[in-house]
């Protein structure tokens, strides 16, 4: 029941997921959720603003891992490879047990609007992270966003496949391919005036 | 107290903003704003879900409006063309009145945590139309999401720089505007092999 129990949060999420899965979200408190983990209310409310908080913890790491690696990204990088870098750092994170557990916490919010409504709210936050890493560096307000969506959307895409792909699959081949298979769409978006006059051949 | 009151959509929206502006958005309820707009609740819950709901209907016609347009697209028109013509469409309901009733909103929204949520959910929406309209299309899944993430930006950056602008402004130049910027910073975002071999100047 310490305050200072190691994993507390990890503890949490796993406690918190398994309840959900049994007994569903709405019928789970955070009573439960705390005492499945063996600590209490109080020590859960310190982790977690509130029960919906408990499922999106990947979401929060995630823009931390995708800012820090903008901003690590040397001086001279471009939009790409800075693209690239929060991509590559967040390859890290994605383990097979983040991604067994994912399987599972795919299904618990599918069937609630409410998690859905966080899971947006937590997608947003991540895009509006890599935005601010990007503002940082210098780059300009429009390029900043447009990059930070291409960003996430990378990722989602990315994440899509990986899920589909066998058991202990690396994620960095999925980011990269998800990355440059953006690329090669967003050719249909470019002004042809960006190109000193030459017209995109179809991509 | 007829459930066939005219635009009652448009009159419990609008008693709705007043009572929130007044009394702030938790001190609302769902009876007092039907009795302001002289209807009743149940007559509320046959328009709106929630108590905010009311305040994005906005954006469910802004959905359906884009979508429709992309859809009324000519076979042959690119996905430039698409996105185009859906901020066209959307430009013709950004009225002054809309304007200052936005003007409102905006405030109570960003007093509210839940009602950013569901405003996000509602921007996901539009997103997930656009998708929807360019897959009916035959437009590949992935130009699909990334043309739908830069109609919404587009129309997100519009709406900031024409809440900016002076009183009776027309929409459709920041429209045009906003898309065209965006177009521009997409240039960054190519792969260099998509141009026939030419590297892509800088933007």
């Given at each position: ?18 309840l ?7 019928e ?7 005492d ?20 999106f913890g ?15 990204a ?17 390859g ?18 599918a069937?609630?609007?409410?998690l ?20 940082e560096?210098?780059?300009d ?21 990986w899920?589909?792909?066998d ?25 042809p ?11």
């Amino acid at each position: 029941m310490s305050r200072w129990a190691p994993n507390a949060r990890e503890r949490l999420e796993t406690a918190a997921l398994d309840l959900f899965v049994e007994n569903g979200y709405e019928e789970t408190t955070v009573a439960q959720i705390a005492d499945r983990a063996g600590m209490n209310r109080a020590t859960f409310f310190r982790h977690f603003a509130d029960k919906r908080e408990v499922l999106f913890g990947g979401e929060d790491v995630l823009a931390g891992l995708f800012a820090d690696a903008v901003r690590a990204a040397p001086p001279g990088a471009t939009l790409t490879e800075c693209l690239q870098a929060a991509l590559a750092a967040a390859g890290g994170a994605m383990t097979p047990q983040l991604r067994a557990a994912a399987v599972r916490r795919i299904a618990v919010v599918a069937a609630n609007s409410e998690l859905q409504e966080r899971g947006l709210l937590k997608h947003a936050r991540v895009t509006t992270s890599v935005t601010g890493a990007l503002r940082e560096r210098g780059t300009d307000e429009l390029t900043a966003r447009l990059g930070a969506e291409m960003c996430t959307l990378a990722f989602s895409v990315a994440f899509e496949r990986w899920m589909k792909a066998d058991d202990g699959a690396p994620f960095a081949p999925f980011a990269d391919a998800a990355l440059t298979d953006l690329q090669a769409r967003a050719a249909e978006l470019v002004l042809p005036s960006a190109y000193s006059g030459q017209t995109p051949s179809s991509a």
